[in-house]
Protein backbone atom coordinates (compact mmCIF):
# COMPACT_ATOMS: atom_id res chain seq x y z
CA UNK A 1 0.00 0.00 0.00
CA UNK A 2 1.33 3.57 -0.68
CA UNK A 3 0.66 6.17 0.97
CA UNK A 4 -2.60 7.55 0.67
CA UNK A 5 -3.83 4.56 -1.28
CA UNK A 6 -4.49 2.65 2.06
CA UNK A 7 -8.19 4.11 1.51
CA UNK A 8 -10.00 0.79 1.84
CA UNK A 9 -12.88 1.33 0.04
CA UNK A 10 -16.55 3.37 -0.13
CA UNK A 11 -19.99 1.51 0.84
CA UNK A 12 -23.39 2.36 0.28
CA UNK A 13 -26.27 1.44 2.28
CA UNK A 14 -30.35 2.20 2.74
CA UNK A 15 -32.60 2.01 5.15
CA UNK A 16 -33.45 -1.79 4.24
CA UNK A 17 -29.35 -2.63 5.44
CA UNK A 18 -28.31 -3.11 2.13
CA UNK A 19 -25.00 -2.44 1.37
CA UNK A 20 -23.61 -1.84 -2.22
CA UNK A 21 -20.09 -1.86 -1.95
CA UNK A 22 -16.67 -0.41 -4.49
CA UNK A 23 -13.77 -2.17 -2.89
CA UNK A 24 -10.17 -0.77 -4.06
CA UNK A 25 -8.08 -3.23 -3.98
CA UNK A 26 -4.48 -1.56 -3.56
CA UNK A 27 -2.21 -4.99 -2.82
CA UNK A 28 -2.48 -8.39 -4.14
CA UNK A 29 -5.01 -10.24 -1.44
CA UNK A 30 -6.47 -13.67 -1.35
CA UNK A 31 -9.85 -14.44 -2.48
CA UNK A 32 -10.73 -14.96 0.85
CA UNK A 33 -9.37 -11.55 2.12
CA UNK A 34 -11.19 -9.99 -0.49
CA UNK A 35 -14.43 -11.36 0.30
CA UNK A 36 -13.50 -10.35 4.04
CA UNK A 37 -13.20 -7.15 3.10
CA UNK A 38 -15.88 -6.74 1.44
CA UNK A 39 -17.98 -7.91 4.44
CA UNK A 40 -16.49 -5.29 6.28
CA UNK A 41 -19.16 -2.18 5.21
CA UNK A 42 -22.05 -4.33 7.23
CA UNK A 43 -20.02 -4.80 10.07
CA UNK A 44 -18.63 -1.32 10.19
CA UNK A 45 -22.77 -0.13 10.04
CA UNK A 46 -23.94 -2.72 12.03
CA UNK A 47 -24.45 -0.36 15.86
CA UNK A 48 -26.52 2.15 13.82
CA UNK A 49 -28.76 -0.41 12.53
CA UNK A 50 -29.37 -1.63 16.12
CA UNK A 51 -30.61 2.00 16.91
CA UNK A 52 -32.89 1.80 15.14
CA UNK A 53 -34.56 -1.31 15.94
CA UNK A 54 -34.28 -0.43 19.27
CA UNK A 55 -36.15 2.95 18.84
CA UNK A 56 -37.88 3.46 16.03
CA UNK A 57 -38.83 7.18 14.69
CA UNK A 58 -35.14 8.04 16.10
CA UNK A 59 -32.66 6.47 13.84
CA UNK A 60 -28.93 7.42 14.59
CA UNK A 61 -26.43 7.64 11.98
CA UNK A 62 -22.03 7.36 13.00
CA UNK A 63 -20.68 10.68 11.28
CA UNK A 64 -17.48 10.20 11.86
CA UNK A 65 -14.77 7.08 13.97
CA UNK A 66 -11.56 7.98 14.16
CA UNK A 67 -8.93 5.84 15.90
CA UNK A 68 -5.16 6.66 16.91
CA UNK A 69 -2.51 3.45 15.79
CA UNK A 70 -0.21 2.20 18.31
CA UNK A 71 3.04 0.91 17.64
CA UNK A 72 3.86 -2.43 18.73
CA UNK A 73 7.24 -2.32 17.60
CA UNK A 74 9.48 -0.13 17.25
CA UNK A 75 11.86 -1.43 14.87
CA UNK A 76 9.12 -2.20 12.58
CA UNK A 77 9.10 -0.83 9.11
CA UNK A 78 5.61 -0.48 8.68
CA UNK A 79 5.54 2.41 11.50
CA UNK A 80 5.28 5.15 8.79
CA UNK A 81 2.32 3.15 6.54
CA UNK A 82 -0.59 4.84 8.81
CA UNK A 83 -1.32 7.54 11.66
CA UNK A 84 -5.09 7.58 12.03
CA UNK A 85 -7.86 5.14 10.83
CA UNK A 86 -10.94 6.58 9.64
CA UNK A 87 -14.64 5.54 9.15
CA UNK A 88 -16.74 8.67 7.97
CA UNK A 89 -20.69 8.57 7.16
CA UNK A 90 -22.32 10.68 5.79
CA UNK A 91 -26.74 10.48 5.51
CA UNK A 92 -29.01 11.46 3.22
CA UNK A 93 -32.50 11.41 4.86
CA UNK A 94 -35.36 11.88 2.78
CA UNK A 95 -39.57 10.84 2.18
CA UNK A 96 -37.70 8.47 0.29
CA UNK A 97 -36.22 6.79 2.89
CA UNK A 98 -32.40 7.12 4.38
CA UNK A 99 -29.34 6.09 2.89
CA UNK A 100 -25.95 6.17 4.29
CA UNK A 101 -22.39 6.73 2.33
CA UNK A 102 -19.26 5.20 4.21
CA UNK A 103 -15.89 5.72 3.48
CA UNK A 104 -13.45 3.43 5.50
CA UNK A 105 -9.53 5.09 5.02
CA UNK A 106 -6.27 4.41 6.84
CA UNK A 107 -4.01 7.00 6.28
CA UNK A 108 -0.38 8.23 7.17
CA UNK A 109 -1.87 12.00 6.92
CA UNK A 110 -4.34 13.70 9.36
CA UNK A 111 -3.91 17.03 8.02
CA UNK A 112 -3.17 16.67 4.62
CA UNK A 113 -7.32 17.04 3.40
CA UNK A 114 -6.77 17.93 -0.22
CA UNK A 115 -4.77 14.84 -1.24
CA UNK A 116 -6.93 12.68 0.69
CA UNK A 117 -9.95 15.11 -0.75
CA UNK A 118 -8.61 14.09 -4.55
CA UNK A 119 -8.05 10.48 -3.84
CA UNK A 120 -11.58 10.22 -2.55
CA UNK A 121 -13.13 11.79 -5.72
CA UNK A 122 -12.24 8.50 -7.69
CA UNK A 123 -14.90 6.75 -5.26
CA UNK A 124 -17.63 9.13 -5.22
CA UNK A 125 -18.36 9.01 -8.76
CA UNK A 126 -18.54 4.72 -9.05
CA UNK A 127 -20.71 5.29 -5.68
CA UNK A 128 -22.93 7.69 -7.51
CA UNK A 129 -23.91 5.50 -10.34
CA UNK A 130 -24.02 2.78 -8.14
CA UNK A 131 -26.81 4.90 -6.23
CA UNK A 132 -28.16 5.46 -9.31
CA UNK A 133 -28.96 1.93 -9.90
CA UNK A 134 -30.13 1.36 -6.65
CA UNK A 135 -32.70 4.25 -6.41
CA UNK A 136 -33.89 3.54 -10.07
CA UNK A 137 -34.73 -0.52 -8.57
CA UNK A 138 -36.68 0.93 -5.45
CA UNK A 139 -38.46 3.89 -7.51
CA UNK A 140 -39.25 2.66 -10.52
CA UNK A 141 -40.92 5.48 -12.60
CA UNK A 142 -40.98 8.10 -9.17
CA UNK A 143 -37.12 8.06 -10.56
CA UNK A 144 -36.04 11.82 -10.50
CA UNK A 145 -32.09 11.81 -11.69
CA UNK A 146 -31.54 15.72 -11.41
CA UNK A 147 -33.00 15.61 -7.66
CA UNK A 148 -30.62 12.57 -7.08
CA UNK A 149 -27.64 13.65 -8.56
CA UNK A 150 -27.75 17.14 -6.47
CA UNK A 151 -28.43 14.99 -3.34
CA UNK A 152 -25.85 12.70 -4.49
CA UNK A 153 -22.95 15.04 -5.31
CA UNK A 154 -23.98 17.44 -2.37
CA UNK A 155 -23.23 14.06 0.17
CA UNK A 156 -20.20 13.81 -1.50
CA UNK A 157 -18.84 17.17 -1.14
CA UNK A 158 -19.73 16.84 2.57
CA UNK A 159 -18.11 13.94 2.82
CA UNK A 160 -14.33 15.36 1.73
CA UNK A 161 -15.22 18.53 3.63
CA UNK A 162 -15.45 16.33 6.41
CA UNK A 163 -11.42 17.39 7.48
CA UNK A 164 -11.05 13.82 8.51
CA UNK A 165 -9.72 14.75 11.85
CA UNK A 166 -8.48 18.55 10.93
CA UNK A 167 -7.84 21.40 12.92
CA UNK A 168 -10.38 23.60 11.27
CA UNK A 169 -13.09 21.72 12.29
CA UNK A 170 -12.03 20.31 15.74
CA UNK A 171 -11.34 24.33 16.38
CA UNK A 172 -15.19 24.70 15.78
CA UNK A 173 -16.25 21.81 17.86
CA UNK A 174 -14.31 23.08 20.95
CA UNK A 175 -16.27 26.15 20.93
CA UNK A 176 -19.44 24.41 21.83
CA UNK A 177 -20.08 23.54 25.14
CA UNK A 178 -20.68 19.88 25.85
CA UNK A 179 -23.18 17.53 29.59
CA UNK A 180 -21.08 14.28 30.32
CA UNK A 181 -23.74 11.39 30.37
CA UNK A 182 -21.45 8.59 30.93
CA UNK A 183 -18.03 7.78 31.52
CA UNK A 184 -15.70 4.71 30.03
CA UNK A 185 -12.58 3.29 31.70
CA UNK A 186 -11.23 0.42 30.17
CA UNK A 187 -7.80 -1.53 30.68
CA UNK A 188 -5.49 -4.18 28.02
CA UNK A 189 -3.38 -6.02 28.68
CA UNK A 190 -1.88 -9.38 26.89
CA UNK A 191 -3.63 -11.70 29.76
CA UNK A 192 -6.08 -9.36 30.92
CA UNK A 193 -9.26 -7.15 29.45
CA UNK A 194 -12.11 -4.83 31.06
CA UNK A 195 -14.59 -2.05 30.65
CA UNK A 196 -16.76 -0.76 32.26
CA UNK A 197 -18.84 2.07 32.22
CA UNK A 198 -19.83 5.14 35.09
CA UNK A 199 -22.83 7.14 34.83
CA UNK A 200 -25.95 8.22 36.87
CA UNK A 201 -27.95 5.90 39.44
CA UNK A 202 -30.78 4.25 38.24
CA UNK A 203 -33.25 6.37 40.06
CA UNK A 204 -31.48 9.36 39.28
CA UNK A 205 -33.91 11.57 36.92
CA UNK A 206 -31.08 12.74 34.98
CA UNK A 207 -30.66 9.37 33.76
CA UNK A 208 -33.89 9.17 31.95
CA UNK A 209 -33.79 12.64 30.59
CA UNK A 210 -30.36 12.03 28.71
CA UNK A 211 -32.07 9.15 27.10
CA UNK A 212 -33.38 11.99 24.47
CA UNK A 213 -30.62 12.62 23.34
CA UNK A 214 -28.31 9.22 23.48
CA UNK A 215 -28.95 6.49 20.92
CA UNK A 216 -29.06 4.22 24.23
CA UNK A 217 -26.36 3.57 27.45
CA UNK A 218 -26.14 0.14 25.92
CA UNK A 219 -25.04 1.12 22.31
CA UNK A 220 -22.87 3.85 23.78
CA UNK A 221 -21.02 1.22 26.45
CA UNK A 222 -20.37 -1.28 22.80
CA UNK A 223 -19.34 1.51 20.59
CA UNK A 224 -15.64 2.02 21.68
CA UNK A 225 -14.26 -1.65 22.15
CA UNK A 226 -16.86 -2.78 19.12
CA UNK A 227 -15.06 -0.80 16.92
CA UNK A 228 -11.49 -1.18 18.07
CA UNK A 229 -11.80 -4.48 17.72
CA UNK A 230 -13.51 -4.08 13.97
CA UNK A 231 -10.39 -2.05 13.16
CA UNK A 232 -7.71 -4.33 14.53
CA UNK A 233 -9.77 -7.29 11.87
CA UNK A 234 -9.71 -4.43 9.18
CA UNK A 235 -5.81 -4.34 9.63
CA UNK A 236 -5.30 -8.46 10.04
CA UNK A 237 -7.01 -8.36 6.73
CA UNK A 238 -4.08 -6.31 4.72
CA UNK A 239 -1.46 -8.16 7.18
CA UNK A 240 -0.48 -5.08 9.31
CA UNK A 241 0.05 -6.71 12.84
CA UNK A 242 2.61 -4.49 13.96
CA UNK A 243 0.08 -1.53 14.95
CA UNK A 244 -3.04 -1.61 17.39
CA UNK A 245 -5.99 0.86 17.63
CA UNK A 246 -7.40 2.95 20.30
CA UNK A 247 -10.58 5.21 19.85
CA UNK A 248 -9.83 8.92 19.64
CA UNK A 249 -13.49 9.95 18.46
CA UNK A 250 -16.69 8.86 17.82
CA UNK A 251 -19.80 11.57 16.60
CA UNK A 252 -23.32 10.64 16.16
CA UNK A 253 -25.96 12.71 14.97
CA UNK A 254 -29.84 12.23 14.91
CA UNK A 255 -31.84 14.93 13.17
CA UNK A 256 -30.77 18.14 15.30
CA UNK A 257 -28.93 15.94 17.71
CA UNK A 258 -25.33 15.67 18.06
CA UNK A 259 -23.00 13.83 20.43
CA UNK A 260 -19.55 12.88 21.29
CA UNK A 261 -17.14 10.21 22.59
CA UNK A 262 -14.04 11.12 23.10
CA UNK A 263 -11.12 9.36 24.44
CA UNK A 264 -7.74 9.40 26.25
CA UNK A 265 -5.27 6.53 26.76
CA UNK A 266 -1.56 5.56 27.78
CA UNK A 267 0.52 2.68 27.46
CA UNK A 268 2.78 1.53 30.00
CA UNK A 269 4.59 -1.43 30.30
CA UNK A 270 2.57 -2.97 27.61
CA UNK A 271 -0.72 -2.24 29.73
CA UNK A 272 -2.83 0.22 28.24
CA UNK A 273 -5.53 2.66 29.75
CA UNK A 274 -8.20 4.32 28.51
CA UNK A 275 -10.58 6.70 29.89
CA UNK A 276 -13.70 8.43 27.41
CA UNK A 277 -16.51 10.48 28.01
CA UNK A 278 -19.93 10.52 26.05
CA UNK A 279 -20.58 14.00 25.71
CA UNK A 280 -23.99 15.66 24.21
CA UNK A 281 -24.10 19.09 22.65
CA UNK A 282 -25.03 22.17 24.28
CA UNK A 283 -29.07 21.45 25.17
CA UNK A 284 -31.76 23.54 27.64
CA UNK A 285 -32.06 21.76 30.64
CA UNK A 286 -28.32 20.94 31.85
CA UNK A 287 -25.97 22.65 34.27
CA UNK A 288 -22.21 21.66 34.58
CA UNK A 289 -21.86 22.15 30.51
CA UNK A 290 -17.85 22.41 29.48
CA UNK A 291 -15.75 22.19 26.62
CA UNK A 292 -14.06 19.59 25.21
CA UNK A 293 -10.68 21.03 26.26
CA UNK A 294 -11.85 20.55 29.81
CA UNK A 295 -12.72 17.13 29.56
CA UNK A 296 -9.33 16.00 27.67
CA UNK A 297 -7.61 17.82 30.26
CA UNK A 298 -9.57 15.47 33.31
CA UNK A 299 -9.29 12.66 31.26
CA UNK A 300 -5.32 13.26 31.03
CA UNK A 301 -5.09 13.72 34.77
CA UNK A 302 -7.03 10.53 35.54
CA UNK A 303 -4.47 8.71 33.47
CA UNK A 304 -1.44 10.45 34.91
CA UNK A 305 -2.35 9.71 37.56
CA UNK A 306 -1.98 13.38 39.29
CA UNK A 307 -5.73 13.89 40.57
CA UNK A 308 -7.77 11.33 42.14
CA UNK A 309 -9.87 9.16 39.94
CA UNK A 310 -13.45 9.76 42.14
CA UNK A 311 -12.54 13.06 42.74
CA UNK A 312 -11.94 14.00 38.69
CA UNK A 313 -15.30 12.07 37.90
CA UNK A 314 -17.34 14.08 39.99
CA UNK A 315 -15.81 17.15 38.39
CA UNK A 316 -16.61 16.16 35.24
CA UNK A 317 -20.56 15.24 36.63
CA UNK A 318 -21.02 15.55 40.37
CA UNK A 319 -24.25 13.33 39.58
CA UNK A 320 -22.02 10.38 38.72
CA UNK A 321 -21.58 7.44 40.90
CA UNK A 322 -18.70 4.56 41.54
CA UNK A 323 -21.35 1.78 40.21
CA UNK A 324 -18.87 0.16 37.23
CA UNK A 325 -21.24 -1.28 34.44
CA UNK A 326 -19.21 -4.39 32.99
CA UNK A 327 -19.46 -3.53 28.84
CA UNK A 328 -18.20 -6.88 27.71
CA UNK A 329 -19.87 -9.62 28.65
CA UNK A 330 -23.22 -10.46 27.42
CA UNK A 331 -24.92 -10.79 31.02
CA UNK A 332 -23.98 -7.72 32.08
CA UNK A 333 -24.91 -5.83 29.35
CA UNK A 334 -28.26 -7.11 29.44
CA UNK A 335 -28.22 -5.81 32.94
CA UNK A 336 -27.24 -2.39 32.03
CA UNK A 337 -29.83 -2.55 29.42
CA UNK A 338 -32.70 -3.03 31.27
CA UNK A 339 -31.55 -1.06 34.20
CA UNK A 340 -30.48 2.24 32.10
CA UNK A 341 -32.72 1.78 28.85
CA UNK A 342 -35.43 2.15 30.57
Not at 32 to 52: A, C, Q
Not at 158 to 185: M, T
Not at 195 to 223: Q, V
Request: with cysteine; glycine share 4%.
Amino acid sequence: MNNINAILGLFFADQNEMVYDKIKISEDLTEDRENNLKMLSFKYLGPVFLTEICNKGNPWNIDLVESALILQNQGSHNEKMFQSFFNINTSNESEDGSVNLSALIASPYTEDIKEIADELCEYILPAIIQGKIVEENFLGSKFKYSKFIQKELTRGLNLIDYSLGSSRKAYWEEQHNYYCVGLIERIVSKDFKSSNLITFDKENLLRKKCLEFIPSYYIMAILPDYYEKLIDETLELFNVTTIYPNIKLIKLHSHEKKMIYLEEYVVDKNIKRSYGVILIEDTEGFNDLNKISFYKKNLRLILDRNKDVQDTILKINPNFRFKRWDTLSNESLNDLEANLDN
